[in-house]
């Protein structure tokens, strides 16, 4: 093996490692990087000419009996008059040279373009009062000597939060109710503050020595204890009493109801005998019930119902059911009158306990003429995810999380705060539901939370935050324990002065190679432990050695090929021409690797509609040749060299075959697709280069035509709340399983780019590009005007972005718990191997882990996620990420160290899954049980004893409910009459790779007031509550959730401001077909339109903009995504889903 010859030309990602020189040692020399040389594929340069063919018609025709299947066209200009397929010269379209069609859309220079981090976007906040981080003592987090624990990192080290003030407080006196408040039964030892470490940019800088230097004590910061001047967790409301404090938070207005309600436990919200509206078509079911909406939408305020009808008996809402009709179109209402803060209208009446008018209620007016209804909790003083994203932002945001610390919490994903690697990996690569998990199996299953941890193994950094280093051993390759090959990490615990080392997973004891020997210092830690980043940080990588590789060989560099539906409509709507211009800058655009000038990455074409032309754009020829293949039952590949190519030298003969495919298509009167045999053309075309790669594939229609992989209509909505609803999210062959299993094997990763007018079958397209690690992107009646920029921005990113090959995952863990299950974009042939075809940095999978035995409170728990993987230079690579976690006895110590966010993403993801096996119902009675249960849990143990009847959430949890909520009445398990079947499906898959910072937007959107926005500041207007009486008709609102984002313009908005923003002077003349803002030389127009590129570019799909005018149709859809009221496919408004809870968290505890 040749390795070890040939000095890496740079860092890893072409980012400045200072210090780290000392680990560029020699890399392997054997392999070839950039531009695979093409004489591989010699045995195949022979037949090709000889396959000329005479005149198809229609840019495709059958094979004519060669005895290769592969049909071969000519696209030399000698031959083109012969035939309208044959693309020479005297066809070349006008176009070459011509501009991409999209304007303004400039191409990014280099990977760091699409970085999801804003310049200056990195901290804000103010200074924190409240957060601080308490070092061990000595501020040395990892000794090898006292490894893997220091004694000072017990658990009740890890408290965060302030020390407990007795009780948290939250009086409210609406309605006559008085609320009581308690202390958690369990404080946190006094003193048990978390301390602060200050800033500690620097310290990886280089030194003389060519080292970084590790954090000292003399830098160390004095240890801090703030003690907290408390900002407040809830806004302080008039009769409120807040004390804030990392304690349970008690919902006010939670006296109980009285137990005469004579409704059932699921039953709800509690009715006193009166017959609740039905969910849904067909008998109530105790679980549609929780959101059942009544007919009339009372939250709607352009749907003011008669007062009759809210007191109706809502014999089977027309509203509620999938098949409805829309709901009409309401004539323009005056404003918000009816607000009644998400209640049920008269349908709650009979709740003596949530009755009562209270004070302080929002400023709407009251209903003209009908009795106002019945009031029962006020939605201010609930626990608002307003506020606690400002407080975290406000506590956490201006410090760098530092990581030395076992267990802890880190920053929510929407406070924006700097990472420092000291011996665990960063929360932007894993973060977990817990930062302290029960040490028996029997406590976690009493808790009911699930143990789990959202792992992006290779997320994208901040500028300002460090990649891995990338460490190199040379041939013996990373040191790994010898009995569970867990790699070299911060916990492993060297003894016998260095000889040896103690696994930290599995406490085998492993001799040191020679070659890794160190000394150890007096502590016990080796004396290069600062030295080498395996040793002192949570993540970095190893260079493979040939052992990692498939076959015993190092990899080729991948490739990428592009396979363009040709059919009628994808012709038709201009989209193959938008797709060749764009690829003819794009390609210059493909990854790379460091410092490299080019990319090694070789490309491919293939069009396609009932048949597959390939083409052949080697760098020798004057123009491209076209290959057909018509037998698709069979799929090869009817030509090797030639085929991919490297960019640089097939740059002409590429250019020209970008500019003749829209013209030989032009004509095309061909509607029908196949889709199976063009994934199986791309993947025998890596087979045959022995590469792995990347298919993107853009297609339109249902794959009707004959052919494997061949699908039918079948989608029906009748069954959707029946028992077969699950057979919409499953594939209707199993074809595709296998295909996808053959994609991962040779590491083909498929990204899907759909353009569909009508139904397509997402669920059954879609298994190829989710099991091989690949995207979907989905463009409804895509048209160039209006979709376009949104789609091309797509594929820019994607083509762009970091991505691993042919990856393998392993998570490993120390003895007593182990990971069970996987949620994610991923193939798995065996029970502990996640393997992905392609993994890109947006990518996420979530790992659940059970006990298999106990756990101490010493030691903790450690993870160590290891991602094998092929770099998009063709290099074989080991990314290590490790995380130790607290372990607890006590439920107390679980409770206050869990995380909402990460929890929602899990229960998000495992309620997805289970709507392919489960009824939907079955599914959301499941998800509503175990959050219950998880709070019962706490109510009962961790809550210091006070009256049955209130409601007390865990500190860490109590956005739990409203989150939950969102989940339970997302489009998956309760899809609104507009939602499709394909678009269930997308989000299904969509949702399963999601990291938490998007979950947690997709499923509680980001509303924000652009009318409050400071035009002459750089930051975001300060967001409100997903509410519509939140709105105010005077005002213009921004609404995001990741993958649109929605420009609501009140009616009375002034009319100057109409001007600055849409350039028309009514709003009447607002077009809601706008899918950009207007550019115009104004403050506010210049504001609101860098607040959306703000947005877009922290997400990782370009966000459809969607305009729409208060009281016009489009409300509807917008109204959709106000999470906090009830919704028209029947999900419960935040205030009943909360009354629900407490309801079914009584009956658990009673
Ligand atoms: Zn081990």
Redesign the pocket.
Known sequence: MSVNQQAHTGPPYGQPQPGYQGYQQPAYGGQSLPGAPQSQYGAYNGPMPGYQQPVPPQGYFPSLGFPSKGSPVSLNSDTSSLAPNFIGSLRAPPTSGAPPPVSGASHPSGHVAYSQFEHGDVQNGIPASAAPVQRPPASQPFLPGSAPTPVSQISTFQQYGPPPASVQQLRNHMAGMTIGCTAASAPPPAGLGYASVPPVSGSFSATGSGLYTPYSASQGPPLTSVSQGLPLVQPPFPGQTISTQRLPTQVPGFTPPPPSTGVGPSSYPPTTGAPRPPAMPGPPLPGQTVAGPPSSQPNHVSSPPPPSTMAGLHPGPPMSGLHGPPPPNHPPQPGYQMQQNGSFGQMRGPQPNYGGAYPGAPNYGSPPGPPPPPKRLDPDSIPSPIQVIEDDRNNRGSEPFVTGVRGQVPPLVTTNFLVKDQGNASPRYIRCTSYNIPCTSDMAKQSQVPLAAVIKPLATLPPEETLPYLVDHGESGPVR??????YMCPFMQFIEGGRRFQ??????V?EVPPHYFQHLDHTGKRVDFYDRPELSLGSYEFLATVDYCKNNKFPSPPAFIFMIDVSYNAVKSGLVRLICEELKSLLDYLPREGNMEESAIRVGFVTYNKVLHFYNVKSSLAQPQMMVVSDVADMFVPLLDGFLVNVNESRTVIASLLDQIPEMFADTRETETVFAPVIQAGLEALKAADCAGKLFIFHTSLPIAEAPGKLKNRDDRKLINTDKEKTLFQPQTSFYNNLAKDCVAQGCCVDLFLFPNQYLDVATLGVVPYQTGGSIYKYAYFQLETDQYRFLNDLRKDVQKEVGFDAVMRV?TSTGIRATDFFGAFYMSNTTDVEMAGLDCDKTITVEFKHDDKLSEDSGALLQCALLYTSCAGQRRLRIHNLSLNCCTQLADLYRNCETDTLINYLAKHAYRGVLSSPVKTVRDALINQCAQILACYRKNCASPSSAGQLILPECMKLLPVYLNCVLKSDVLQPGPEVTTDDRAYIRQLVTSMDVAETNVFFYPRLLPLTKADVDSDSLPAAIRNSEERLSKGDIYLLENGLNIFVWVGVNVQQSLIQNLFGVSSFSQISNALSTLPVLENPFSKKVRSIVDTLQGQRSRYMKLIIVKQEDKLEMLFKHFLVEDKSLSGGASYVDFLCHMHKEIRQLLS
């Not at 324990?481 to 867990?486: D, G, L, M, Q, S």
């Open positions: 324990c010898n009995r569970c090959k867990a696994c930290c997973f599995c406490s085998c492993t490993r």
